[in-house]
Nanobody
């Protein structure tokens, strides 16, 4: 069973950068799709970015394209989210998640969630 633990959240001023990490334990097949969701206060959880383990292909929400970069280090079983040019509207709890396929990812059929890490961006 996959277990996910996020880290790297914090407070930053607008225009700043943060890098989130997600350490995965358990067997992570190459078919898995992994990535990040976020939930702002009073709002629904939304997809942010995902990466397909088999080929490294990525996809991003329009709101973060060009500012956020998702990557992985398979040797360390760790997923990253580099966040640049942060805006106050990026303030949210960020969750790492894994699905057994990218089709499942887009259907919100996730196999595992992390506990979340808080990102606060001040203006």
């Amino acid at each position: 069973q996959v277990q996910l633990v996020e880290s790297g959240g914090g407070s930053v001023q607008a225009g700043g950068s943060l890098r989130l990490s997600c350490a995965a334990s358990g067997n992570i097949p190459s078919s898995y799709c992994m990535g990040w969701f976020r939930q702002a206060p009073g709002k629904e959880r939304v997809r942010v970015a995902r990466i397909y383990n088999a080929d490294g292909s990525t996809d991003y929400a329009d709101s973060v394209k060009g500012r956020f970069t998702i990557s992985r280090d398979n040797a360390k079983s760790t997923l990253y989210l580099q966040m640049n040019s942060l805006k106050p509207e990026d303030t949210a709890m960020y969750y790492c998640a894994a699905a057994h396929s990218c089709g499942s990812w887009y259907r919100w059929a996730l196999d595992a969630w992390g506990q979340g890490t808080l990102v606060t961006v001040s203006s």
